[in-house]
């Protein structure tokens, strides 16, 4: 019986993620160069500079910018380069239901969001062109939303109905890919669990789908040895999206 209401409870968690479309994110570049996206983690394919993403869930998404540059190991200015290119934003978006978000890339570098409410009579391009709708039915569903705490507490509980910290681990790494957590949420859900090398090994996954990733330390007080938050330090500090 525990067994249903616990697929019961993932099923509902996981079905929340399609609950909304009406939302529209664009990301364009005033230059020429080609961006590379990562929006929580995931890639996002490029297409002349601009993007174009609807049927994403609203709430806070963690997004990334790359402009490709020519030696991707070195450093220019302040700005960090990886095998993504040049790192050129790193942030947290709150995507709102109903509006359409507008992130620019002006040709220094710099970047600016800006938001309004959608209205088709001066964004009919955004439909007309089935370019985009692709791209959109391709990537959108799959980026996750921030996880509400309403949906954290019977995720908590299913976790906390788990007996065997397997169990908790396999549900957590079912659910997490598509829901976005914070920090405080991830301390709470690594209490669960009984064992030390399980606990990190969960504060290891989540790092990725938590999108306030500067108070992850907190993460370190679950753990009763110095050797657990030693290595977790670690695999943060050499963590690439």
Same mark, same amino acid.
């Given at each position: 019986m525990n067994r249903i209401f616990t697929l019961f409870s993932f099923l509902v968690l996981s079905l929340s993620v399609f609950a909304y479309d009406n939302v529209r994110l664009s990301i364009s #570049?005033?230059?020429?160069?080609?961006?590379?996206?990562?929006?929580?983690g995931q890639r996002i394919n490029q297409m002349?500079?601009?993007i174009r993403i609807s049927h994403l869930n609203p709430g806070y998404h963690r997004i990334q910018i790359y +402009?490709? /540059?020519a030696n991707q190991r070195r450093r220019f200015g302040n700005q960090q380069q990886n095998q993504q290119g040049q790192l050129i934003y790193n942030g947290? /978006?709150?995507i709102r239901n109903g509006m359409h978000t507008d992130i620019i890339i002006n040709r220094f570098g710099r970047v600016f969001t800006d938001e309004q409410p959608i209205d088709d009579r001066f964004d009919d391009d955004w439909n007309r062109d089935d370019r985009w709708n692709n791209n959109d039915n391709r990537y959108g569903n799959n980026l996750g939303q921030t996880m509400s705490n309403d +949906? @954290?507490?019977q995720l908590k509980q299913a976790v906390e109905r788990e007996h065997f910290d397997d169990n908790k681990l396999d549900l957590l790494k079912s659910v997490l890919p598509n829901n976005l957590v #914070?920090?405080?949420q991830v301390r709470e859900l690594a209490q669960l669990f009984s064992f030390e090398q399980n606990?990190?090994?969960f504060a290891k996954f989540a790092y990725k789908f938590t999108y306030d990733r500067g108070?992850? @330390?907190l993460v370190n007080d679950v753990f009763h040895f110095g050797t657990s938050k030693t290595e977790l330090t670690r695999y943060i500090a050499g963590y690439r999206d």
């Open positions: #570049s005033m230059t020429n160069k080609p961006l590379r996206v990562m929006i929580n002349d500079g601009n +402009r490709a /540059v947290t /978006v709150n +949906r @954290f507490q #914070s920090t405080a606990k990190l090994e108070n992850y @330390f």
